[in-house]
């Protein structure tokens, strides 16, 4: 029988003590009783020595606090201040912070090597989490976004309570016969299957305006219809239809849908009921309109079964209206 008693729980140890006391005032020899137990009596020996000299209570289990942690809160902090930059000005090939690239940098800057299990633990302890990075256009000007965010959106929400306005963002999307498929749960010895169209080419198009109040008016596209400056004038104007008693300030990105002649057109000759307003080039993260998107391709027709373009359209209509009267989930692509 093995007498190490570190393969019992710290409750049933801490029970044997307080029995091997108990059962000794009773007259049972310590060897009796490492041998009940399944300890060396060397330890019941030390548990009856312990008992005499510092109570009972010293029997109670307590937690080992452990040895230091080597990323201590200096090294934790300037670790951080590491992590909160990109990758490349630590000389990485890219921007985004890897486990393998953390762990090298750990061994190179501060010489210590850190085990890949416990390295989550640490980016949890200095209060990092893992996330999926945003796409960024190279061709993106980060001083016009800066301007943007400074300037020009600050401008626009001014003009908007002042006027009294009614403010959307706006964008156009494709759903295609061939959608996304994520990831699903199941057994590990079975491959999941979605049935899908093999057709190609096979899309609807959908305009989308979005407010933060969760607001959402759309429109899709006509059968051999493509986006054009007539298509996104015809959209504005059942904007324009749904809410005739506002002024409505549209912010669009630069495509030339929404620079059109016949769009600046109609704007001079509505200024007083409508304005638009343009993105800095390359810059769709300035537009909530993108969530929507991602939520309805990724989310609501994620694995659609839709067979024919007919039926896709049919599903997209239905997914867009459901999404209109869930102003909650609207406003949440403002977050």
Same mark, same amino acid.
């Given at each position: 029988?093995? @007498?190490?008693?570190?393969?019992?729980?710290?409750?049933?140890?801490?029970?044997?003590?307080?029995?091997?006391?108990?059962?000794? =005032?009773?007259?049972?020899?310590?060897?009796?009783?490492?041998?009940? $137990?399944?300890?060396?009596?060397?330890?019941?020996?030390?548990?009856?020595?312990?008992?005499?000299?510092?109570?009972?209570?010293?029997?109670?289990?307590?937690?080992?606090?452990?040895?230091?942690?080597?990323?201590?809160?200096?090294?934790?902090?300037?670790?951080?201040?590491?992590?909160?930059?990109?990758?490349?000005?630590?000389?990485?090939?890219?921007?985004?912070?890897?486990?393998?690239?953390?762990?090298?940098?750990? /061994?190179?800057?501060?010489?210590?090597?850190?085990?890949?299990?416990?390295?989550?633990?640490?980016?949890?302890?200095?209060?990092?989490?893992?996330?999926?990075?945003?796409?960024?256009?190279?061709?993106?000007?980060?001083?016009?976004?800066?301007?943007?965010?400074? @300037?020009?959106?600050?401008?626009?929400?001014?003009?908007?309570?002042?006027?009294?306005? &009614?403010?959307?963002?706006?964008?156009?999307?494709? &759903?295609?016969?061939?959608?996304?498929?994520?990831?699903?749960?199941?057994? #590990?010895?079975?491959?999941?299957?979605?049935?899908?169209?093999?057709?190609?080419?096979?899309?609807?198009?959908?305009?989308?305006?979005?407010?933060?109040?969760?607001?959402?008016?759309?429109?899709?596209?006509?059968?051999?219809?493509?986006?054009?400056?007539?298509? $996104?004038?015809?959209?504005? /104007?059942?904007?324009?239809?749904?809410?005739?008693?506002? @002024? &409505?300030v549209l912010i669009v990105d630069g495509a030339s849908?929404?620079?059109?002649?016949?769009? /600046?057109?109609?704007?001079?000759?509505?200024?007083?009921?409508?304005?638009?307003?343009?993105?800095?080039?390359?810059?769709?993260?300035?537009? #909530?309109?993108?969530?929507?998107?991602?939520?309805?391709?990724?989310?609501?027709?994620?694995?659609?079964?839709?067979?024919?373009?007919?039926?896709?359209?049919?599903?997209?209509?239905?997914?867009?209206?459901?999404?209109?009267?869930?102003? =909650?989930?609207?406003?949440?692509?403002?977050?």
């Amino acid at each position: 029988m093995s @007498r190490d008693g570190r393969r019992h729980s710290h409750e049933l140890l801490e029970g044997y003590r307080f029995a091997a006391v108990k059962l000794s =005032k009773a007259g049972v020899h310590p060897i009796e009783l490492a041998k009940s $137990f399944g300890v060396a009596r060397e330890t019941v020996y030390e548990w009856l020595c312990r008992a005499k000299q510092q109570g009972t209570q010293s029997l109670k289990s307590s937690k080992s606090c452990g040895r230091s942690p080597r990323v201590d809160a200096e090294i934790g902090e300037k670790l951080s201040a590491y992590l909160r930059k990109p990758a490349t000005e630590c000389g990485y090939s890219t921007d985004l912070w890897s486990g393998p690239r953390i762990r090298h940098l750990l /061994k190179h800057r501060f010489g210590i090597v850190y085990h890949v299990k416990h390295l989550p633990r640490l980016l949890r302890r200095i209060g990092l989490i893992l996330k999926f990075p945003e796409r960024r256009a190279l061709e993106q000007d980060p001083e016009a976004v800066r301007i943007w965010k400074q @300037r020009e959106l600050p401008r626009i929400l001014r003009f908007t309570r002042k006027k009294r306005a &009614i403010l959307f963002y706006a964008d156009e999307s494709l &759903i295609s016969l061939i959608p996304y498929v994520g990831k699903t749960w199941a057994l #590990p010895n079975k491959t999941p299957i979605v049935r899908v169209s093999g057709k190609r080419g096979q899309h609807v198009g959908v305009t989308a305006a979005v407010n933060r109040g969760g607001r959402l008016c759309f429109e899709l596209t006509r059968e051999g219809e493509r986006f054009t400056a007539k298509v $996104f004038l015809r959209f504005i /104007k059942k904007l324009r239809l749904e809410h005739p008693r506002r @002024r &409505i300030v549209l912010i669009v990105d630069g495509a030339s849908t929404h620079t059109a002649k016949i769009v /600046k057109a109609f704007e001079k000759e509505h200024q007083s009921r409508f304005s638009l307003e343009i993105l800095p080039a390359y810059s769709p993260e300035l537009n #909530p309109t993108e969530q929507s998107w991602r939520f309805i391709k990724t989310k609501k027709l994620n694995g659609s079964t839709a067979k024919s373009k007919t039926e896709l359209k049919t599903k997209a209509r239905t997914t867009m209206r459901e999404l209109k009267r869930d102003p =909650k989930r609207v406003a949440s692509f403002f977050a």
